[in-house]
């Protein structure tokens, strides 16, 4: 069957493939242009199996959070070069895995199980083949979480590759506060949300550690408690997000600044960089 030009300019439109794959497709499918693109698709999968090994050290950080505010997703999906990275198709397939994320029922959802999942009909395996066949490069999505809550709000470094996702039990008052709380904890990259949430043994080295130090130091056996507790507390103000100083407001808690805007917690805090 002849196939004329202009049905191989219309694929090569829709598609973004080379003019004679796209010739080739279409006389496989006998000029069926639905068939074409499943020929197409089917192609691009298999190559995309067979470059899997190839390595992927580029990539971008991804968020998505719902129209009310309350559930979102992060993820981060690998490419093997920087321009790909910031390439816009690289980046609105990135952000539909994101919303894929978010509508899962899991918290931590296997990525396996997300390129199984479907964006608006479409399998977002097939979405990822069907970039790969326009950009040519392996693409490996490694990390994906939901986070759920009364107020999301996050934040993406400029060169994409870090974020944060955090979720608050209100909507703070002030419109400022998300963005700033972002920034924090991008800078200072918490170990854990609040007291509670550090391992009892971290507590417990930490604990351990400065008792001995001050023994060896000859300390006072009536003040060596105090000097133990000191140092715990210090280590909570340094790793725990709501008893660090703002980087944005001196000598002022985190949850100080949160509680005088109507936020009493930080309910969930994602952060994600590329390759770490």
Do not use: W
């Amino acid at each position: 069957m002849a196939i004329s030009a202009a049905e191989v300019k219309a694929l090569r439109e829709e598609t973004g493939l080379p003019m004679m794959e796209c010739k080739v497709a279409l006389s496989e499918a006998g000029g069926d242009r639905a068939q074409a693109m499943e020929i197409l698709a089917k192609k691009h999968k298999g190559k995309m199996e067979a470059r899997s090994g190839r390595e992927t050290g580029e990539g971008r950080i991804a968020i998505y959070i719902s129209d009310d505010g309350t559930k979102g997703g992060i993820i981060e999906l690998q490419c093997e070069t920087a321009p790909v990275a910031k390439n816009e198709m690289f980046e609105d397939l990135a952000t539909k895995i994101a919303q894929a994320v978010a509508e899962q029922d899991a918290e931590s959802p296997d990525p396996e199980a997300i390129k199984a999942s479907s964006h608006s009909g479409t399998a977002i395996s097939e979405l990822m083949s069907d970039i790969y066949g326009k950009l040519r490069e392996t693409m490996n999505l490694t990390k994906c979480r939901k986070v759920t809550g009364a107020h999301l709000t996050r934040y993406i470094h400029h060169d994409f590759k870090s974020g944060v996702l955090i979720a608050l039990d209100a909507t703070p008052s002030q419109d400022n506060i998300g963005l700033d709380l972002c920034h924090h904890a991008t800078f200072s990259q918490p170990k854990a949300i609040d007291r509670d949430d550090v391992p009892a043994e971290q507590v417990e080295k930490v604990r351990a550690d400065a008792r001995e130090a001050a023994v060896a130091d000859g300390k006072p056996e009536q003040i060596i408690d105090k000097i133990v507790e000191g140092k715990v507390n210090a280590y909570y103000a340094q790793h725990t997000l709501m008893e660090q100083e703002h980087v944005k407001v001196s000598k002022t808690s985190v949850r100080d600044v949160l509680k005088g805007a109507g936020v009493t917690a930080v309910t969930d805090l994602v952060f994600m960089r590329v390759g770490a």
